[in-house]
């Protein structure tokens, strides 16, 4: 039987060459579709689910509302807090608490590198996290001070050999360190990547009040819960627990704590602020939209394969009806029916591994992921992705199996089949899939204009052919001396410096301000800067004046504020000339905000412009260098600036980056999100013109004696094109009719994600409808325009 039903599939699709292709290379397009988005999702959701202990292990993070600056969450916690939570809740098994250092400079005797990714952690780590440890005892290697733990790849910059690394010797911030463990190196799925581990003992040992330390927030906290741990009931009890802890009766309305699970750190942190610790963090809310668009392909696709197929079905009416003569049973027609459909299938799918096997790698580079087939070469995966095929496969044949096998076996047999009209289910199935198409055109072109805007939009300063370089204590000493010489040269336009960079929002320190009702305490972002800060990064003022060496007193006395800043404080009196300072100033030693710039964008537009403080403070030291580079002379201006460190600085390798490459990190996850809706839709509307080709070249056929009728009548081939182009329209222009609000809903709140975005313009809308009636009335225009211009005598011939 399965013989016979092969044969005969297989004799139908060479009869029936494009239209089978169309039905197979669809179907192929949808699956290879959905499996790049099933690789997509799994990498992403893969972020630290190696943990075994991951069910039980929460960050905690903190909500802060301070006056005078936007509430924000963050996931940096005081010192204090896991050891206190240990000893005040049973809940908590166990803590672990994560210092980022971040670049470092770290010396084997003459050897001097930058190890990237530091971080000083607590001896428990690896209670929580089952990082792989080639050499050393996980359950010590961070008991001991000034103890750490290395990479492979950090070990060979310092040593001839792995195995030569352990128990040797590094040197770190002017102490001696033994290596007492060797890992290997970090997996991409985790949002914690490091390349060298430090004992917080090296700390506490000689700080013993650090464990009690409360008030500055800069470490990360991992909280290790006992099971069936009710997370709500816990987290009513935060605000009692600070209370204890804090001698302040207002604390609670500064700080809010939460727990995050383990498993929502990498997808669920998009809205969270400093967040040092979450390597290629995403956007969750993404995926729920990739699996949307996963199902609108293949939906599209199998409307593309019902559609066409029963399109085909009067072609076999002759055929069905022979065999109910000689004795087939309904059950059997349906069945080889459904068997053809199956065998388009898996045809379809083994077509789409090629075109993933292909394609992926280009893919790869596009969305910067490093997605591989390979992952489906499990059972857990291989299994769903056969099932979910062979389901594709029946419910796409169903209706056509249906519709085939109902015919009236004598007008068959005479040649009459069903009635050649309109087919309500056909036409909906149109409708249903050049919405969907449309629906993806719209939403390409409003993801595209956000991502313009946010990549046009002016954001306040000049991030462009800006050069950054890392500094320490012998950089900040010579940056003067650097300065001067670098600006000698007609290719270097501007050098400044600066405690944190631009694009991620600026620590918040206490400040005060001397105001007619009294001295007024506010919580602004703040940073140290350059006096050449504001005239290198072209900030414009809107008062007052910017920082100059002329003034004795701007050496941490003067300081510049933003527009927001000058609003919060809503001064009856010029803002310009008001004393101020910060937290730690007291109230008679003051110091004078000196200007006011423009509004700018010192955090991602994801994100409102805060109140801001600028001061000019050398003695604290820059951390970063500012340098700007001449447009086009960007080799040469580097070029330069190594050759004079070179000569000015022998301690310190220099590392450096540009600005502009920051700002594309910060928006990389809506960029892999705009690049896969953009694909996707040229492939849903790739796949819908492949169908309305099959279905216009099925519809000219049927219609050629009407046609050959009307031309002998008298009609113009303009006419005939518009009576076959017509019905297609009028689909086309119904879909857009549905699928239009729909849409806009979608994208509106989409776009509520964005502190800065676009209004979505209802031309939009209109340019999407005018393109899928292009696309569609150009895809059918083949058929329609031959089939007018044929001439009759050949349709009529045997009439």
């Not at 971080?119 to 929580?128: A, K």
């Not at 820059?622 to 301690?651: F, H």
Request: charged share 20%; proline share 3%.
């Amino acid at each position: 039987m399965l013989k016979n039903y092969l044969a005969i599939a297989i004799r139908n699709i060479r009869q029936n060459k494009l239209y089978a292709f169309i039905n197979i290379f669809s179907l192929a397009i949808g699956l290879a579709a959905c499996i790049v988005i099933y690789l997509f999702i799994s990498d992403e959701k893969s972020f630290d689910d190696f943990h075994s202990n991951k069910d039980h292990i929460y960050r905690l993070d903190e909500v802060q509302s301070f006056p005078g600056t936007n509430e924000q969450k963050v996931a940096l916690t005081m010192p204090g807090m896991g050891p206190a939570l240990l000893r005040d809740f049973p809940e908590v098994k166990s803590y672990v608490r994560l210092w980022t250092r971040g670049q470092q400079l770290v010396m084997r005797g003459d050897t001097r590198i930058l190890v990237d990714k530091v971080f000083v952690v607590d001896s428990t780590f690896f209670q929580f996290f089952d990082f792989p440890l080639l050499q050393g005892d996980r359950a010590t290697a961070l008991n001991e001070p000034n103890t750490l733990l290395v990479t492979e790849k950090t070990a060979k910059k310092f040593f001839p050999s792995v195995s030569e690394a352990m128990n040797n010797t590094l040197t770190w911030d002017g102490k001696e360190f033994k290596i007492t463990g060797i890992l290997k190196d970090c997996p991409e799925n985790t949002h914690i990547k490091y390349e060298m581990l430090i004992s917080l003992p090296t700390v506490t040992s000689t700080n013993k009040e650090f464990n009690n330390r409360w008030g500055g927030n800069f470490m990360q906290t991992y909280l290790w819960l006992q099971p069936n741990t009710d997370i709500k009931a816990m987290e009513s009890k935060f605000p009692k627990f600070l209370s204890s802890h804090m001698d302040n009766p207002d604390i609670n309305k500064f700080y809010k704590m939460y727990l995050q699970k383990l498993s929502d750190v990498h997808l669920g942190s998009i809205d969270i602020e400093h967040d040092y610790v979450n390597y290629r963090k995403f956007n969750g809310e993404y995926l729920d939209l990739f699996y949307i668009i996963g199902g609108f392909i293949l939906l599209i696709a199998g409307v593309n394969f019902m559609n066409v197929t029963t399109a085909r079905a009067s072609h076999r009416w002759k055929e069905i009806g022979v065999r109910k003569t000689i004795g087939a049973k309904k059950l059997q027609l349906f069945s080889q029916f459904i068997f053809e459909s199956l065998l388009l299938a898996v045809m379809a799918l083994v077509l789409a591994f090629l075109l993933d096997i292909t394609l992926i790698p280009l893919l790869n580079k596009i969305i910067g992921r490093q997605l591989s087939l390979l992952t489906l070469l499990q059972w857990q995966t291989i299994t769903p992705l056969l099932v979910i095929t062979f389901l594709l496969g029946i419910l796409t044949g169903i209706y056509p199996s249906f519709y085939m096998t109902s015919f009236n076996m004598s007008k068959v047999l005479k040649g009459g089949g069903k009635t050649e009209g309109r087919s309500i289910f056909r036409s909906g199935l149109v409708v249903v899939q050049f919405g969907l198409a449309l629906a993806m055109i719209v939403s390409t072109l409003v993801v595209i204009q956000q991502l313009s805007f946010m990549k046009n939009t002016d954001i306040g300063f000049d991030k462009d052919q800006m050069m950054l370089i890392k500094m320490n204590k012998e950089v900040n000493s010579k940056f003067e001396t650097m300065k001067a010489e670098l600006l000698r040269s007609s290719i270097i336009q501007g050098v400044t410096a600066s405690g944190q960079r631009l694009g991620n929002n600026f620590h918040q320190w206490g400040f005060k301000i001397k105001a007619d009702t009294g001295v007024m305490s506010i919580t602004p972002s703040n940073v140290n800067v350059d006096y050449d800060y504001l005239k290198v990064y072209g900030i414009e003022l809107k008062e007052g004046r910017g920082f100059s060496k002329d003034f004795a007193t701007d050496n941490g006395m003067a300081f510049v504020i933003n527009e927001t800043f000058a609003k919060e404080l809503g001064l009856k009196e010029k803002t310009v000339g008001t004393r101020a300072g910060h937290g730690w100033y007291k109230n008679d030693s003051l110091g004078t905000i000196i200007g006011v710039v423009k509004d700018f964008n010192f955090n991602s537009l994801h994100y409102k412009v805060n109140t801001l403080e600028m001061v000019v403070h050398p003695d604290w030291g820059y951390d970063e260098m500012s340098v700007k580079i001449q447009k086009g002379k960007t080799t040469e201006g580097v070029e330069l600036v190594k050759s004079l460190w070179d000569k000015n600085i022998t301690g310190f390798p220099m590392d450096y980056s540009f600005l502009d490459q920051h700002f594309e990190v910060l928006y990389q996850s809506d960029k892999q999100m705009g690049s896969v809706v953009t694909i996707m839709a040229g492939l849903a509307i790739l796949i819908s013109c492949m169908g309305l080709f099959a279905l216009a070249a099925i519809t000219t056929e049927k219609k050629t004696k009407e046609i050959g009728i009307r031309k002998a009548l008298g009609a113009s081939v303009s006419q005939i094109t518009v009576l076959l182009s017509r019905n297609f329209a009028w689909l086309i222009v119904l879909s857009f009719v549905i699928v239009s609000p729909i849409t806009y809903y979608v994208l509106y709140s989409w776009l509520q994600h964005f502190a800065y975005r676009i209004g979505i313009n209802l031309f939009v809308f209109g340019l999407g409808g005018i393109l899928a009636m292009a696309i569609g009335l150009f895809t059918i225009g083949f058929h329609t325009l031959r089939s007018a211009r044929a001439n009759p005598v050949k349709s009529l011939r045997y009439e």
